[in-house]
């Protein structure tokens, strides 16, 4: 079953404001998680390594100020698009790699966001 | 450069015939190589991966790594139309970054 819950699923947003993006390891404590974001018919995209307990590292071209990632424990990572605009309506997705026996090489993935700044 | 590129696609197979997905990457200090297929609109999932020269199968699948060719394959057999899904191939780096090709679709006729 799913071991990565991301939510929400989908969120419509005027552009200017925030919108918040939720990630939870269910069975597993995930000391990193990884953010992608994949716009219409591309690949996905690392956008941020999100590191429990310290500032999260960001791919070239990812601007920090804008896309806040926050990993205060062990199971939960946040990342929120601030003054979002049109140009960031994609899809994001975020993963995280379980470390427990016989699944190490396995990275899980969250359902996805669809964002759509209007 | 691309780290990852796969054949450009789309892919057409009649259902029982052999899809043939290639990949090849540039990191030579990639450690491990991934396939994941992605429908419309959901998130990636993994039907395998390999880190070893050779081939390993996974029921319908077959992962086939040649490194010092720096090329990674999947074949899919008695393609389904359930099959009918763009496929992702992914490097692994030494600090479990994945990156992605631009995927290929895949459409398998009844």
């Known amino acids: 079953g799913a071991v990565v819950s991301q939510h929400p699923s989908w969120v419509i947003c005027k552009s200017g404001t925030s919108v918040k993006i939720e990630c939870r390891s269910l069975?597993?404590?995930?000391?990193?998680m990884f953010w992608y974001r994949q716009f219409p018919k591309q690949s996905l995209m690392l956008m941020a390594t999100?590191?429990?307990?310290?500032?999260?590292?960001?791919e070239q071209g990812v601007e920090k100020d804008k896309f806040l990632i926050n990993h205060a424990s062990l199971t939960l990572s946040t990342l929120t698009v601030t003054s979002a605009h049109p140009e960031d309506s994609s899809f994001y997705i975020c993963?995280?790699?379980?470390?427990?026996?016989?699944?190490?090489?396995?990275?899980?993935f969250g359902s996805g966001t669809q964002l759509s700044v209007l | 450069q691309k780290e990852v590129e796969q054949n450009s696609g789309p892919l057409s197979v009649p259902e029982g015939a052999i899809a043939s997905l290639n990949c090849t990457y540039s990191?030579?200090?990639?450690?491990?190589f991934f396939w994941y297929r992605q429908y419309s609109g959901k998130s990636p999932e993994l039907i395998m991966f390999?880190?070893?020269?050779g081939d390993k199968e996974d029921g319908r699948f077959t992962a086939q790594l040649n490194k010092a060719s720096q090329y990674v394959s999947l074949l899919i057999r008695d393609s389904q139309p359930s099959d009918s899904a763009t496929y992702l191939c992914?490097?692994?780096?030494?600090?479990?970054?994945?990156?992605f090709g631009a995927g290929t679709t895949v459409t398998v006729r009844a």
């Open positions: 993963s995280a790699r379980d470390l427990g026996t016989g699944r190490w090489e396995k990275l899980f």
């Open positions: 069975d597993f404590q995930a000391t990193t």
């Open positions: 999100s590191n429990e307990g310290s500032k999260a590292t960001y």
């Open positions: 990191d030579r200090g990639s450690q491990s």
């Open positions: 390999i880190y070893s020269n």
């Open positions: 992914a490097s692994r780096s030494n600090d479990y970054k994945l990156s």
